[in-house]
């Protein structure tokens, strides 16, 4: 069976057919035959050159000893161990330590292809090139944030100003207030619409039906003019007005303050003839259940909200399972309980779909007990089934909640990454200007 040679790291001259390159320090003695295997790559073409074109090794390599036919390269010699690996086994894995963009780099140098990375190396690529990127956005905000830029109009100063003031709570001291009072005016608004609700603060209208009590109703007025006016700066002040009504938290922002005019003219129009009144109230109330919306509005000033939201984003494949486990549990269980509590004459499950109830309520471990068995086998057949839920509710919690720890200790690393690099911008371009001033 034939065997592919191994690199050699020894001194002394090459034999026929080899070839000797100093990587950083590190001298390696590789063999033509091997090299050629990827006869684009810059080793190959050392091989071929001839030793006496001296302007083609100097385009190749950094330096050349023709006595000992030794070439010298300023790389990293960690990262040319891998390197070499695909002329002995077809593939190149990154170890660790060793910066996968940094490598990437190499890789060019050497003219190896990046199909020849094994499939983890490129699923730790392509994470990477996405922080990457992530921290390049982040400075580019930080960078928007910090700039001042004295040729654009006062028209165009004022909108700056304004986004940042209404975007941007760590911009200043009034972007905090701003971005604390609208957090403020949720909170009471959430509060306010639950206290509406308690018969004991309510009032009679002139047909004798408990309405809010006007305290109330002015509260939650103020909130909605609070609300309206937030919103519209923040729309006419965002520099992308389509990206803005695109937004997710932008619509909620939006269907949050709607119901509240929607229902101001009905009521108005339900004194016409064009609507009846009966019609109007019920449309007033379901727009008034839409008021819980605002609560996702606490989304747009918390950081823990929003990075919860994106680690359930990445769990949906968990999520996905756990709802597949439930789903053929409840239906199991259920039909089995149908079946085996027939037999009693004072049973409570009328038909299976009716069982779907029992089922989820006892999988999911809450248990009302307005409906249970009552048959023997029965009551084995929910101690499993509660059992099995347990189980099947227990599984993906774990990855679950590693996602938002990861997904969270990223963020940090990304925000702290971003600043440092701004930081050395900053130290750059000081240095740059201090050496022009020099001349």
Not at 8 to 14: H, I, K, P, T
Not at 272 to 291: C, F, G, K, P
Request: with cysteine; proline share 4%.
């Amino acid at each position: 069976m034939w065997t592919v040679p191994k690199p050699n790291y020894r001194a002394g001259l090459c034999a026929e057919g080899e070839i000797a390159v100093n990587i950083g320090g590190v001298r390696v003695v590789l063999f033509g035959d091997v090299l050629n295997r990827y006869p684009e790559s810059r080793l190959a073409e050392l091989v071929n050159c001839s030793t006496q074109n001296s302007e083609l090794i100097s385009t190749l390599c950094d330096d050349f000893d023709p006595g000992r036919k030794e070439f010298y390269f300023d790389r990293d010699p960690d990262a040319f161990k891998c390197i070499i690996d695909v002329y002995y086994f077809d593939e190149i894995h990154i170890k660790r330590g060793i910066c996968p963009i940094c490598f990437i780099k190499e890789m060019e140098f050497w003219k190896i292809d990046q199909n020849v990375l094994d499939e983890c190396c490129k699923s730790y690529l392509s994470e990477k090139e996405e922080e990457l990127k992530e921290i390049a956005n982040k400075v580019k905000v930080i960078l928007e944030d910090m700039e001042v830029d004295q040729c654009i109009t006062r028209t165009q100063r004022c909108q700056r100003f304004l986004w940042r003031l209404m975007e941007k709570p760590d911009s200043s001291l009034p972007a905090r207030i701003i971005a604390i009072a609208s957090f403020l005016f949720i909170l009471v608004s959430a509060v306010v619409m639950c206290v509406g609700t308690i018969p004991e603060l309510q009032v009679m209208d002139a047909e004798g039906k408990l309405v809010e009590h006007p305290t109330l109703e002015a509260i939650e007025t103020v909130c909605m003019l609070w609300f309206t006016t937030e919103f519209f700066l923040r729309l006419a002040s965002s520099p992308n007005k389509l990206r803005f009504a695109l937004s997710i938290m932008n619509i909620i922002d939006f269907m949050a303050i709607m119901p509240f005019y929607v229902v101001l003219a009905l009521t108005y129009l339900g004194t016409t003839s064009i609507m009846e009144l009966a019609n109007v109230q019920q449309a007033v109330q379901a727009l008034r259940i839409t008021r819980i919306a605002r609560i996702f509005k606490l989304a747009r000033h918390s950081s823990g909200l929003q990075t919860l939201t994106y680690a359930l984003k990445n769990s949906l494949k968990e999520l996905g399972l756990l709802l597949m486990y439930m789903g053929v549990g409840i239906f199991v269980f259920s039909a089995l309980a149908y079946t085996m509590e027939q037999s009693h004459p004072e049973t409570l499950f009328r038909s299976i779909p009716q069982s779907f109830w029992w089922a989820i309520i006892t999988m999911t471990t809450v248990g009302y007990g307005d409906i249970y068995p009552k048959t023997t086998l029965g009551k084995c057949n929910a101690a499993v089934s509660f059992l099995c839920g347990v189980i099947a509710i227990a599984l993906p919690i774990h990855p679950i909640i590693n996602n938002f720890v990861i997904f969270y200790n990223k963020q940090k690393v990304l925000e702290t990454a971003a600043k440092h690099e701004v930081e050395l911008m900053e130290l750059k371009s000081g240095k740059e200007t201090r050496r022009r001033n020099s001349y």
